[in-house]
C-alpha cells in the first residue's frame, strides 16, 4: 500500500494536484525578465484563481487546490477517485478512517465514512489514484 501518513499536507496536495492532471508552465524561460511560472489545470487553463504569475516553479506549486484541508476541494479529489475505482476508493477510506477493512459495511459505518475528514477523503483518493496509475503503466 502507498504511504501517505508521512507526507505532509502540502506535499499531498502537490501530488494528487499531478495526479489529478495539474502541471506548471515555465513562461518565457529564455527571457530572464519575463521568465515566470504559473500552476495550469487540468484542462490547459492558468489557474489565475489560485496565483497567477510566480517566481519560481515551488511557489507555483503552492497554488494547488488544498484537498486536505477544504472540504469542497476534498470532495472533488473523491469523485475523481470515485470514478476512477469506487469500490477501491471506499476500501481506501475505511483504512484512512479506521486503519482496517470493516467489510461488508452496515449503514451505520456507512455513514460514519461520509463524516471522514478533507485530509483522510485525500490520502484515500491519493491511494486510489496513484493505484491506478500504477496499474497502467503495468498495462
Known sequence: MTQVKDKTDQQLNRALAELMGYTVYHYD??????????????????????????????????DVPNYCNDPAASLEVQAKAIEVDGVGYIRNLEIAKWKKIMAPLARKEVSVLLTASPRERAEAAYITLQGALTSSKEE
Do not use: N, S
Open 29 to 62: 524561460k529564455d527571457v530572464a525578465e519575463r521568465c515566470y511560472f504559473e500552476l495550469t489545470a487540468p484542462d490547459g487553463y492558468p489557474e489565475i484563481v489560485f496565483g497567477g504569475e510566480r517566481i519560481t516553479e515551488l511557489e507555483a506549486w503552492a
